[in-house]
């Protein structure tokens, strides 16, 4: 859920994080497994913003721009 938090990018600044979302519909075990398949398939076509946020560092630390 923490992932999906972040890829859906809801801060919260009370709580210094990102808001949990619903997997939206019933909740029923295959129902669930394949909304978390999809988000997981959905998120996966994106770039880790984490990678890209590393390289910058990296970058920056270099004196690259």
Known sequence: ME????FYGNWHDYWGSYTWQPLSG???TLGDYRKAATRLEEMAAYP???DLAEEAAV???AGEH
Do not use: E, L, T
Request: glycine residues 0%; without cysteine; hydrophobic residues 25%.
């Open 59 to 61: 970058r920056d630390s």
């Open 3 to 6: 992932q999906y938090a972040a």
């Open 26 to 28: 019933r909740h029923r």
């Open 48 to 50: 880790n913003p984490f």
